[in-house]
């Protein structure tokens, strides 16, 4: 039998014996995995197209993420309550099916606004379609899978949407067949086919089921999405409104530049979003103090975490992007250093906000978000017609510290108002 040292073994049993590290582990690594693979595709992207063609295929997914505002908070609704009656059979298929209904009423939605939208500006690629379904059906189904607390495949999940991503992209550069378009139909699709592979092969071992919705509990779904929604709307232009603005303000070369410094620096939110998955729906299940520890414990593992990826981008920053990119690129090096801080601070904001929406809370993390928005478009507009992309990234870096401040006064004071209600 080999043997390891103490220390080694001691951090095997943690992790044998602690379910939210064990689980965070998990979906970190394919999320890791998922994230290596997404680089290498913008990078072959980036690559095989022209900066300005370039700056088309990130402001195309921009604006799908943007439009996808509706849908994306869903699957919080689907974790939060598949994951509450986790025990409970009827009461799961009853949310399943209205979580459903309330889904397809705001995909119709979605869809007549983005045609309508499409139809009156041209800064997208036709092909936004094709990431807008592909990113409905990730989020919707990640939501499912975060509820019923199948962690390990939402891991497989992740990982071979990217890697069919990265060997068609491949494919395709070979025979030089890649472009703006053929780019973003890869995208999107792959969310969707890989889904529907992964349903196909377990469908006779499937242990749910669904029951006719009903009107009491499609209204129930719908009160607890609603200020959801209003925070993932403001979450996206947090996070896409900087890629829109400068190509409005400045040019699709700007954009280049600062994509493929966010294309770095959004590594970050990848361990964000791995410790969310995990403490939203245990979050659910315990009562405030205890979800307030796996919240703590879960901060601390992010913040650390982005401490050392920041260190490493700031040492390794202008290798990484003269080699992986080209140095037609160099003007990104100073953006990812100022960027990747703004992004540890909104990580951090993003694993927080686990603990409010599962305690229905998510109207206090939209104000904040709100917050945190104003100040930033009011940066925006102030650096980025004098600095471009760089001055997008020292806009979103002074207003996400900004949110961060206010998302710990305002935890406090939520922590306050749950104890005088035990009281």
């Known amino acids: 039998m080999q043997k390891y040292s103490p220390t ?21 690594l394919g999320a890791g995995i998922s994230k290596a693979l997404t680089l290498l595709f913008f990078i072959a992207a980036a690559r095989s197209l022209d900066t300005a063609e370039y700056g088309v295929v990130r402001t195309s997914i921009s604006w799908a993420m943007v439009a996808t505002t509706l849908l994306a ?19 799961r298929a009853l949310y399943l099916s209205n979580g459903l209904a309330v889904s397809g009423l705001f995909l ?76 973003l139909v890869i995208y999107g699709s792959a969310w969707i086919i890989t889904a529907l592979v992964l349903e196909g092969l377990s469908y006779g071992r499937r242990k749910w089921s669904i029951a006719p919705p009903s009107r009491d509990m499609f ?7 609603v200020p959801l929604i209003a925070s993932y709307a403001i979450h996206t232009l947090l996070l896409n409104g900087d890629i829109l ?19 770095l620096a959004a590594t970050l939110l990848f361990i964000a979003n791995s410790a969310f998955s995990v403490i939203l729906p245990t979050s659910s299940r315990l009562s405030g103090d205890e979800g307030l520890r796996q919240m703590r414990r879960g901060a601390i593992f992010v913040g650390g975490a982005c401490l050392v990826t920041i260190l490493g981008f700031w040492v390794a920053g202008d290798w990484i992007i003269k080699t992986l990119f080209s140095p037609r690129y160099l003007p990104s090096i100073q953006v990812l250093k100022v960027l990747v801080v703004g992004m540890g601070f909104y990580s951090l904001m993003n694993v927080m906000s686990g603990y409010w929406i599962a ?30 992309a760089l001055g997008a990234a020292i806009s979103f870096t002074g207003a996400t510290f900004l949110g961060f401040v206010l998302m710990l006064i305002s935890l406090g004071r939520i922590r306050q108002s749950m104890n005088c209600q035990g009281a």
């Open 73 to 91: 908070p869903l699957a919080h609704m689907f974790t939060t309550y598949l994951a509450k009656y986790a025990h409970d059979s009827r009461a």
């Open 8 to 28: 080694v073994n001691r951090v095997l049993a943690i992790f044998s014996s602690d379910t939210f590290l064990r689980d965070s582990g998990v979906v970190t």
């Open 359 to 388: 305690h229905n809370r998510g109207h206090a993390y939209a104000l904040v978000l709100a917050c945190t928005l104003v100040s930033a478009l009011a940066l925006y507009i102030l650096f980025i017609p004098a600095y471009g």
């Open 219 to 225: 209204k129930e779904l719908l009160s607890f999405s």
């Open 108 to 183: 119709a939605i979605t869809v007549i606004i983005n045609g309508v939208l499409s139809v009156l500006t041209d800064i997208t690629s036709s092909a936004v379609w094709f990431v807008l379904f592909g990113l409905a059906v990730f989020h919707l189904y990640t939501g499912f899978l975060r509820g019923n607390f199948r962690f390990l495949r939402l891991a497989v999940y992740q990982i071979l949407q990217s890697v069919l991503q990265i060997v068609t992209l491949v494919l395709l550069i070979a025979f030089n067949k890649a472009s703006v378009y053929s780019v």
């Open 245 to 263: 603005i400068l190509r409005i303000v400045s040019n699709e070369t700007q954009v280049g530049y600062y994509g493929v410094a966010n294309s």
